[in-house]
T-cell receptor
Framework: AQSVTQLGSHVSVSEGALVLLRCNYS??????LFWYVQYPNQGLQLLLK??????LVKGINGFEAEFKKSETSFHLTKPSAHMSDAAEYFCAVASASKIIFGSGTRLSIRP | DSGVTQTPKHLITATGQRVTLRCSPRSGDLSVYWYQQSLDQGLQFLIQ???????AKGNILERFSAQQFPDLHSELNLSSLELGDSALYFC?????????????FGQGTRLTVV
């Protein structure tokens, strides 16, 4: 069975600081991994995804994530936070039949 | 704008009632997914259709049903509604049924059961 764990339901960083959102997964087969972002009153939008190949994946808005098989992790990072990054972020793992989302991490940005 | 259209945006109904949520996928997308998002359960996958056929089932209650029509729009039917069914219901679409395909989400239908 597959599962996703997002560590920290709420993360707060200062504007310009490093953003690190943690995601660990469990999968019995090579996983497809995703990060989605949800802005208030909107649907989810894909930030980036890992399927195969390069383990460092670059996404939109300056975000990137690294697939680490040995640690079963897919943490999301951004070198310098902007106020516009304030949103809810979801990590997800997909199998042949369905996609499972983590519980989400709310990112707040302090001026 | 993701290109996925969901109607209505808001719905308030009483317990025991039945409602239908509608989703129009992006042009060219054959897969439609339904999700339920609530504060206590998070984002839960309900069901997936591909080109009119059911492809995958998640945590969908027996009181809920869905279908995808020949024009590829989809409807989610919720019946015998309970207070706990109050949630945001999202539809998403993708071009294929492959799990590594990006899904595009609509803005959701907020259902309130009173």
């Amino acid at each position: 069975a597959q599962s996703v764990t997002q560590l920290g339901s709420h993360v707060s960083v200062s504007e310009g600081a490093l953003v690190l959102l943690r995601c660990n997964y469990s999968s019995s087969v090579p996983p497809y991994l995703f990060w989605y972002v949800q802005y208030p009153n909107q649907g989810l939008q894909l930030l980036l995804k890992y399927t195969t190949g390069a383990t460092l994946v670059k996404g939109i808005n300056g975000f990137e994530a690294e697939f680490k098989k040995s640690e079963t992790s897919f943490h999301l990072t951004k070198p310098s936070a902007h106020m516009s990054d304030a949103a809810e972020y979801f990590c997800a793992v997909a199998s042949a039949s369905k996609i499972i989302f983590g519980s989400g991490t709310r990112l707040s940005i302090r001026p | 704008d993701s290109g996925v259209t969901q109607t209505p945006k808001h719905l308030i109904t009483a317990t025991g009632q039945r409602v239908t949520l509608r989703c129009s996928p992006r042009s060219g997308d054959l897969s439609v997914y339904w999700y339920q998002q609530s504060l206590d359960q998070g984002l839960q996958f309900l069901i997936q259709y591909y080109n009119g056929e059911e492809r995958a089932k998640g945590n969908i209650l027996e009181r809920f049903s869905a279908q995808q029509f020949p024009d590829l729009h989809s409807e989610l039917n919720l019946s015998s509604l309970e207070l706990g069914d109050s949630a945001l219901y999202f539809c998403a679409s993708s071009v294929s049924q492959a799990p590594n395909t990006e899904a595009f989400f609509g803005q959701g239908t907020r259902l309130t059961v009173v």
